[in-house]
C-alpha cells in the first residue's frame, strides 16, 4: 500500500546488488490483468524472456499466474518467506504463533532446501489441529525453498528471501 493506493512494483537487483524500479502499476498482486500489463510493459521495453530470471513474489495468485504466463519456464520463482510465515500463523491461535513463527524461521535457516522441507513438514503434522494453518503452509511451499535449493546463500540470500526490498523502497518513498 502506498496512502490510498495499491501498487504492483518490479524491482530488479543486478550482480552487484544495485536495485532499480523496472515497473510500477496501479493494482493488486492479486488481479493478474494487472500483473500482466506490468510484465508485458517490461517486455516491450526490451527485458529477454527466454533467459532464466528469478521472480521473488508475495503470494498474490494474480501476479504469480502473470510471471508464469509471459516468462513461462524461464520463471525461477521464490515466494516471500515472510509473507508465508504470516499467512500461516494468522490461523493460529495466539498461544501458538510464536513457537510456529519460529518453528518456520529455523526451517527457512536450514542449509539445504530438504532439510527445510522436513522441518517444514514435520511442524505441518504438529498442527494437525489447524487444518487452515497446515493448508497454508502447504500450499506454495516449494517455492518458498528455491533459492536454498538452488544453492544461494548469504547476503543475496537475506535480500531475496523476503519481498522487502520493494517494502523498504516503500517505505524511503511515503516518507
Not at 526490451?46 to 503470494?59: K, Q, W
Not at 510465515?85 to 532446501?113: C, F, G
Not at 487444518?131 to 536454498?148: C, I, M, R
Request: hydrophobic fraction near 40%; include cysteine; aromatic fraction near 4%.
Amino acid at each position: 500500500g502506498f496512502g490510498d493506493h495499491t501498487l504492483v512494483v518490479a524491482l530488479g537487483i543486478d550482480a552487484q546488488g544495485h536495485k532499480d524500479v523496472l515497473g510500477v502499476a496501479e493494482g493488486s498482486t492479486e488481479n493478474e490483468a494487472v500483473c500482466r500489463r506490468l510484465l508485458a510493459d517490461l517486455v516491450d521495453r526490451g527485458l529477454p524472456v527466454e533467459r532464466a530470471r528469478l521472480f521473488v513474489l508475495d503470494g498474490g495468485k494474480g501476479l504469480r499466474k502473470a510471471v508464469r504466463g509471459i516468462f513461462g519456464d524461464w520463471a525461477l520463482v521464490h515466494r516471500c518467506q515472510l509473507h508465508k510465515i504470516r499467512n500461516v500463523v494468522e490461523h493460529l491461535p495466539q498461544s501458538k504463533r510464536a513457537w510456529a513463527k519460529a518453528a518456520m524461521r529455523k526451517a527457512y535457516a536450514s542449509d539445504t532446501s530438504e532439510k527445510a522441507r522436513r522441518r517444514l513438514l514435520d511442524l505441518a503434522r504438529s498442527l494437525a489441529a489447524h487444518p487452515g494453518a497446515v493448508a497454508s503452509l502447504k500450499e506454495g511451499l516449494e517455492e518458498t525453498l528455491t533459492l536454498l535449493s538452488l544453492g544461494v546463500g548469504g547476503a543475496l540470500a537475506r535480500t531475496l528471501t523476503t519481498t522487502n526490498p520493494i517494502e523498504n523502497l516503500q517505505g524511503t518513498l511515503k516518507r
